[in-house]
């Protein structure tokens, strides 16, 4: 018996030696200036309330207007992660615009990542007049976007991270990830396992 309390405090202190040097994962919420207050309060609470990270705030300083497409009457968001990528490195970041975007081959997009380093979201189409729907709305986009920047691909499961191609999917698709989704960020901290 006491060789096998020996062996789970060793199993314990290896555990507490490997949990405090993993690196905090920690995120930069860059919101623009065309993004409404209440969405502004919707993105920080749906990263509080969705994710075990750090995360500071502040204003996207990046001139967006180079990926203006004038004749489509939407931003690029391919362009807007591209430049992103080049002017924070080696970070993980969140930007959030109140502009349409889109990337090639789709009409529109609700956000767009790119695993390991970051997303965009458009609170555009996301808007209604119902604060709970737009809410609602957010917390699904910022979920799913973050999602993919945390490895996550699409899922066909009851979960976030299926695909929405409308509002109505957006709609009618779940907040939560699905369990095995769930287990693949609890393993990296991400998210709580309860």
């Given at each position: ?30 919101l623009?200036?065309?993004?409404d ?16 990270i ?6 996207l300083?990046l001139?967006i ?15 807007i ?5 080049i ?24 956000g ?5 380093h ?9 808007r209604?007049r119902?604060?709970?729907v737009?809410e ?8 799913h976007?973050?999602?993919?920047v945390f ?18 999917e957006?709609?009618m ?11 693949r960020?609890?393993?990296i ?6």
């Open positions: 018996m006491e060789k096998i309390d020996v062996l789970l405090q060793k199993i314990w202190v290896l555990i507490m030696v490997f949990e405090i040097k993993k690196p905090p994962i920690e995120l930069k919420v860059l623009h200036r065309s993004v207050s209440f969405a502004r309060e919707a993105i920080i609470r749906s990263i509080e309330l969705s994710f075990n750090d995360f500071d705030i502040s204003t300083r001139n207007e180079d990926a203006c497409n004038h004749r489509r009457g939407q931003y690029d968001a391919e362009k992660l591209n430049t992103a990528l002017l924070i490195p080696n970070e993980l970041f969140l930007i959030a615009i109140g502009y349409d975007i889109y990337v090639s081959n789709l009409n529109f997009v609700f767009v990542a790119l695993p390991n970051g997303c965009i979201i458009s609170t555009w189409r996301l209604d119902d604060r709970e737009y609602m709305r957010i917390l699904k986009t910022v979920r976007e973050l999602g993919h490895g996550l691909t699409h899922c066909n499961r009851y979960c976030v991270m299926r695909f929405a191609n409308s509002l109505l957006l709609d698709k779940p907040k939560d990830f699905c369990n095995k989704c769930k287990s960020l609890a393993r901290g991400i998210v709580a396992t309860s």
